[in-house]
Each structure stands twice: as structure tokens, then as C-alpha cells.
């Protein structure tokens, strides 16, 4: 096993898909010489279509679980890893829950993003650094019992560090 070697996670600023709001982030393995920057453009419409897809219903004890109600923003995470390029979209729902979606494609010049759900992988350590921030923003701005939601505060709460 490798030892643990931190990355530089950057916000790269907030995406507006339709009416959707994502917080985008960017991580780099420091073995990569590819730029997440770069993946953007071939991120997006993946994000987009994923957000506005029509989902019938999916019943499991006693809750349609694509019927749980969202806020149409959550955070998108590219991540250039050592072996692959990581594109992960996470967005509430039901209050306090994260939607959660995995894509991946080899080292190239044009990203193919394939979806690795089936595989059941989730994320990464330094991935959850980021789903960590986030956790602690929405219970901040929008979870909180003390105040009033306040998601434009939310998407400005964001993660630039090297951890």
C-alpha cells in the first residue's frame, strides 16, 4: 500500500445547469500532469443530463426514493486521480440526504465518462474531504433549526485547501 500523500482540492466556482445550482470542485493526484480545469467542458453535460433526467418511481419501504424532494444544488467533484479521472455529483434531498453518482474515464485527451454505480465505489479519502465541508455548509446554511435557509450562503461556503 502507498502511503497517504495529500491533494489540492479547488473550487472552481458555482455551475448553473438549468435551474440547477453545483458547487464545482477540482483534486489532482500529484502524480497526473493532466488539469482538471480542462474536463470541465466534457463534465457539464454528463451533470446536466444526470440533474434533469425523468426518474420513475422507486419504491423501497414504503418510499419512492426519486420522489424525495430536492433543492436543485449540491457540489460536482473532478477528480484526476493516479489510475483514472473521477467525475462525482452529489445533491440533497430529503433534507439532510446526499444523492450520490459515479463517473469515470481513462487518462486520454477526451474524457469518456462512464458510470461506475454498479460497482458500488463511492469515494475517495480525499473525495470525502470535500463531502465532509459540505456536510458542515448545509448544516450551517440550510439544516440548521436556529435560523432561516440560507442556500445562496451555502454555495458561497467552499473548500480550496490541500489536505
Known amino acids: 500500500m502507498k502511503p497517504y500523500v495529500p491533494r489540492p482540492i479547488t473550487f472552481l466556482g458555482v455551475e448553473s445547469l438549468g435551474d440547477w445550482r453545483i458547487k464545482l470542485y477540482s483534486l489532482r493526484a500529484a502524480v497526473s500532469s493532466f488539469e482538471p480545469r480542462s474536463m ?34 449540491g457540489f460536482a467533484m473532478i477528480h484526476v486521480g493516479a489510475d483514472a479521472v473521477f467525475l462525482l455529483c452529489d445533491y440533497w434531498v430529503g433534507e439532510n440526504m446526499l444523492n450520490h453518482r459515479v463517473w469515470v474515464s481513462a487518462h486520454g485527451e477526451e474524457p469518456r465518462w462512464q458510470s ?18 459540505e456536510r458542515e455548509a448545509w448544516i450551517k446554511h440550510v439544516y440548521n433549526p436556529r435560523s432561516q435557509s440560507n442556500f445562496d450562503a451555502y454555495l458561497e461556503d467552499t473548500l480550496t485547501a490541500t489536505l
Do not use: K
Open 40 to 73: 470541465v467542458a466534457s463534465a457539464l453535460p454528463i451533470l446536466d443530463e444526470h440533474l434533469h433526467a425523468n426518474r420513475g418511481p422507486f419504491i423501497v419501504a414504503g418510499t419512492d426514493w426519486n420522489s424525495l424532494e430536492n433543492y436543485g444544488m
Open 116 to 133: 461506475i454505480d454498479a460497482t458500488g465505489t463511492s469515494v475517495c479519502v480525499w473525495e470525502l474531504a470535500v463531502q465532509a465541508h
